[in-house]
Structure formats: C-alpha cells, structure tokens
C-alpha cells in the first residue's frame, strides 16, 4: 500500500468486550489450518484403507438374469484369484496376501493418522485455554490496578499539599510519589496490553491469522 496517515488513539479507547466464562465448543477449532490439514489426512488414510480392503475382494458383479454379468465362472476364476496356466496355480493367489499386508498397512497408517490428529486438536485446545488464562489473569488486575493508582494519586496531591503548607516535607517526597504513580499508570498500561495480545493470540488460536 502507498504510504498513508494511520488514525491513533490510546490505548484506553481498546475495549475488549469477551466473557467466556461459558466455555467455547471444541468446533470452533475445525478453522484451525493445522486441524483442518490433520484431519484431512486422517479421511484420506481412512479412505486409503477402504481401497485396500476393496483390493482384497475380486471385482465381480452378479445379476439375477446373467448370473456373472461381466464374466463367465471360467473366466472369473482365471483371472482372479485362481488364475491357472498348465493346470497349476500361478502366484496370483499370493497377491491375496500381499494386498491382506496391505490393509494392515493402511490400517497402521489410519490410526497414525488418526493420533496424529487427536495430538493437533489437544494442542490447539491447550493454546485457546492459555490465550484464555492469559486474559483472565490479566483482566483481574485492572480493578486493583486502578485502586493503587487512585491510592498514590492521592499520595501526589497530599505531598504536594504538605509541600505547600509544612516545612517537614520537600520536593524529594514529591518526586518519590510521583515516580510510585508512574510506575503504576506504567503497569496499568501494561495490564492492558497484556489483555490485548492475549486476545490476538486467542483469536489466531482460534483459526484466524497466520500459523
């Protein structure tokens, strides 16, 4: 884009306005392109052992009115499973076990797959639960936050006042209840944030963003 004027405001104008308390359903996670790509994988090994398990079982379609609709006994039993030359049985019904590995193969792979899975969807639900845990913690210190800063507020003012009216107190006091307000409103600052990063991070966890 063209370089341009960016619109700022401050930070106390961001209002993020979420209660989970509820809970979220696990659904919400499908937009995740990890979870979506784990479970991708698992129906595509899941449909890999059907296939396999097809493999085992010669393709053979019987009807009522032709027995054998696209091959006589003969024929099906040469070119299947009892394929002959000479008399003799030729390794085609080997081949039988070999595609029986191959389910077995396939069906390893399935449940690779389908761990492979289950482990995605636990992590993504742990990194939501984080992003949560994050906000919570961090929303919880606004309310006391803002009682210090209130409380050291009032420190500001009564050692300037003394500063006025008493010679007991001088600017040193000043300075050092100004500093402890800074360093509050800092903090508070901070909290916020805080709040705001857990939510992005809470949303990206959630499917949006990049990953």
């Not at 296939?51 to 696209?70: D, F, H, K, M």
């Not at 949560?132 to 210190?141: H, I, M, R």
């Amino acid at each position: 884009e063209a370089p341009k004027d960016i619109e700022r405001n401050s930070i106390d104008s961001q209002v993020v306005s979420s209660d989970f308390r509820t809970g979220l359903p696990a659904s919400l996670l499908q937009n995740r392109p990890d979870v979506l790509s784990a479970e991708m994988a698992f129906r595509q090994a899941f449909e890999n052992k059907n296939v396999a398990l097809a493999q085992v079982y010669p393709s053979l379609n019987i009807t009522a009115a032709l027995g054998l609709s696209s091959k006589n006994i003969k024929d099906f039993f040469k070119e299947s499973l009892f394929y002959t030359v000479g008399g003799t049985l030729t390794q085609n019904i080997f081949q039988q076990g070999n595609r029986k590995a191959q389910v077995k193969i396939t069906e390893v792979r399935k449940e690779q797959a389908y761990l492979n899975f289950e482990k995605t969807l636990l992590t993504a639900g742990a990194e939501v639960s984080d992003a949560l845990v994050t906000y919570e913690k961090a929303k919880s210190k606004e309310a006391t936050r803002q009682l210090q800063i209130e409380s050291l507020q009032k420190t500001v003012d009564f050692s300037n006042e003394l500063l006025t009216y008493s010679s007991k107190v001088n600017y040193v006091n000043v300075l050092t209840a100004e500093q402890a307000l800074l360093q509050a409103q800092l903090s508070a600052v901070n909290d916020k944030l805080q709040q705001l990063q857990a939510m992005t991070e809470f949303y990206r966890a959630l499917g949006g963003g990049q990953f």
